[in-house]
């Protein structure tokens, strides 16, 4: 199989981590006789640097032509002046909505051989096993009007949350069609005691869950959510909810797994299913981490696993995104750690090593 992967590393540590994930596709790529062909382009701050804008046009067409868009992060204090004309995080609401990757996938897995270096009781999170569904191209983020005003009484700020029933269809139907591949539980997320959106949402929920009789449907309100990631984690299966509180939740829970550092996403323009290719934007979820951006302790098992979501969504490779996947187990099993997830007696690596180790798993797998 040959395929162009876009490689749009960014800010921070995103370069660091992102060439750990490009080097196992690579190694996975050498073991099952596939090709990558990589193409790279600047993004976030550093094109604001080098070329004035977050986002080249070349680069947008770049990754709309690709099979696959594998992404690092973008922004840090060094563009955080609110007066600015452009952001860094400019790209990345871009590329979304250019790619129209309206389902962002977060899985949160707990390995047991991990739980030494979460900060909850072992009995917590014995069974965790979840994946946050977030909508990811409308909402806060996108809608309009938006912007700041001055006034004879001061400045005024407005967002605006706006959603279309099908906007709200489309995305409930990703977690309809997981849960049911998954354990059979979809937690609707929602906030409609208060928001006219949220009412929407609550009402598409209900009409839809009839089609899928084996998935059982759960509306919860996003406050009573995010107790319960902390106090019952395992009770969720899926959960599906609308771009900012899926932004927090899936924030919040990846603190279950004991690091940001070890978890990935799939932004997704379709449904995801075994043997479907569905165009799709991979990356961490840990953003740019500028404090330690150059020191070579990033944990790059984030972008490792996004590339081996990509292998499954985009590439529709199952068995290589397996394999990627039992390689970081064996890493992790044997004791290796970045500093994010050290604890005493840890076999303490930085973000080449981890991937040096991680390849040599790959490598050895067959």
Request: contains cysteine; hydrophobic residues 40%.
């Given at each position: ?313 985009s590439l529709g490779l199952t068995e290589e995104a397996v394999c ?43």
């Amino acid at each position: 199989m040959e395929c162009q992967i876009a490689v749009l590393g960014g800010d921070g540590i995103g370069p660091e981590v992102t060439a750990q994930g490009v080097r196992a596709l690579e190694a996975m790529g050498k073991v099952f006789g596939h090709q990558f062909r990589l193409e790279y382009g600047d993004v976030g701050g550093i094109s604001i640097d080098k070329h004035g804008t977050p986002l080249l046009p070349q680069v947008s067409e770049l990754a709309a032509s690709s099979d696959a868009v594998l992404f690092g992060g973008v922004g840090g204090p060094k563009w955080d002046d609110p007066n600015a004309p452009s952001r860094p995080e400019d790209a990345l609401l871009q590329l979304r909505a250019d790619l129209g990757v309206f389902a962002n996938i977060r899985p949160v897995k707990v390995y047991p051989w991990l739980a030494e270096s979460s900060v909850f009781k072992p009995q917590v999170l014995e069974g965790v096993d979840l994946v946050v569904v977030r909508e990811l191209t409308g909402g806060l983020y996108y809608a309009q009007p938006k912007g700041r005003h001055e006034t004879p009484q001061g400045q005024t700020a407005v967002d605006t949350m706006r959603y279309s029933e099908a906007e709200v269809e489309r995305i409930l139907r990703v977690g309809f069609e997981l849960a049911q591949s998954r354990r059979g539980k979809l937690a609707s997320v929602d906030k409609a005691n208060v928001l006219e959106c949220s009412r929407l949402w609550r009402q598409t929920a209900s009409r839809l869950a009839p089609e899928y009789p084996t998935v059982e449907l759960e509306h919860v309100l996003v406050d009573s959510c995010a107790m319960h990631l902390i106090q019952q984690p395992a009770r969720f299966d899926v959960i599906v909810s609308e771009n900012t509180f899926g932004d927090i939740l899936s924030d919040e829970a990846s603190v279950l797994a004991g690091s940001m550092g070890l978890l990935p996403s799939a932004s997704l323009a379709g449904v995801p299913m075994e043997g479907r290719l569905t165009p799709g934007f991979y990356e961490p979820i840990h953003g740019t981490a500028p404090d330690i951006a150059g020191q070579g302790i990033a944990n790059p098992i984030g972008s490792i696993l996004s590339a081996a979501m990509m292998v499954r969504y985009s590439l529709g490779l199952t068995e290589e995104a397996v394999c990627m996947e039992l390689a970081v187990d064996q890493v992790l099993m044997d004791g290796f750690r970045t500093a994010d997830i050290a604890v005493q007696d840890s076999k303490l690596v930085g973000s080449q090593e981890m991937g040096d180790r991680i390849v040599a798993a790959l490598e050895s797998s067959r």
